[in-house]
């Protein structure tokens, strides 16, 4: 199976902020890659498929990057509904998984 | 808009089995792939497999093969996640997922409210 390991686990910052978290594949996964959010109590939502590309009704200050075994999650200026926790998924080779999460906190 | 509605909770005992339901709506039903994923209480997100509704085809993953069963009724939109001979690390809410894209098994576009199986003696 293919591993997925985000950094940081947990990330603290303030509105306005600029973020990155990163998600890095034990192998080549090429941009097979999707990034999600989810909120206490809820199902996640999708943000970013293929690497870099932005789901439909997703914010502009949300972008994706990377290929291969690195990839990045962005959030250009931090908003108050943005604090919640993100996972990478990815879909190269069964079976598909997800990294264990960042959870992004109100500093 | 695209619905994805799943059954009530249920308390199971270990080693019995449950069937979460799905019922879906606000789209061709055959042409996007479910699948199903779970999370544990404080958990991270667990890929369990999923189904093709167009000809039922399924692909499991290897940690759930021979007991979990994903079938679907066509003539009611509804797919459904069987698991047997739980034991307490089956405890989670559980997700139908529908794929974004039609005809393809990648990732999970619009997600079902979760349905919390606690198994507990």
């Known amino acids: 199976d293919i591993q997925m390991t985000q950094s940081p686990s947990t990330l603290s910052a303030s509105v306005g902020d600029r973020v990155t978290i990163t998600c890095r594949a034990s192998q080549s996964i090429s941009s097979w890659l999707a990034w999600y959010q989810q909120k206490p109590g809820k199902a996640p939502n999708l943000l970013i498929y293929k690497a870099s590309s932005l789901e439909s009704g997703v914010p502009s200050r949300f972008s994706g990057s990377g290929s291969g075994t690195e990839f990045t999650l962005t959030i250009s200026s931090l908003q108050p509904d943005d604090f919640a926790t993100y996972y990478c998924q990815h879909y190269n080779t069964y079976p598909y998984t997800f990294g264990q999460g960042t959870k992004l906190e109100i500093k | 808009q695209v619905q994805l509605v799943q059954s009530a909770a249920e308390v199971k005992k270990p080693g019995a089995s449950v069937t979460v339901s799905c019922k879906a709506s606000?789209?061709?039903?055959?042409?996007?792939?479910i699948h199903w994923v779970r999370q544990a209480p404080g958990q991270g997100l667990e890929w369990m497999g999923w189904l093709n509704p167009n000809n039922g085809a399924t692909n499991y993953a290897q940690r759930f093969r021979g007991r979990v069963t994903m079938t679907r009724d066509t003539s009611i939109n509804t797919a459904y996640m069987d698991l047997s001979s739980l034991t307490y690390d089956d405890t989670a809410v559980y997700y139908c997922?529908?794929?974004?894209?039609?005809?393809?098994?990648?990732?999970?576009?619009?997600w079902g409210q979760g349905t919390l199986v606690t198994v507990s003696s």
């Open positions: 606000g789209y061709t039903f055959t042409a996007y792939y």
């Open positions: 997922v529908r794929d974004r894209s039609e005809n393809t098994a990648e990732y999970f576009q619009h």
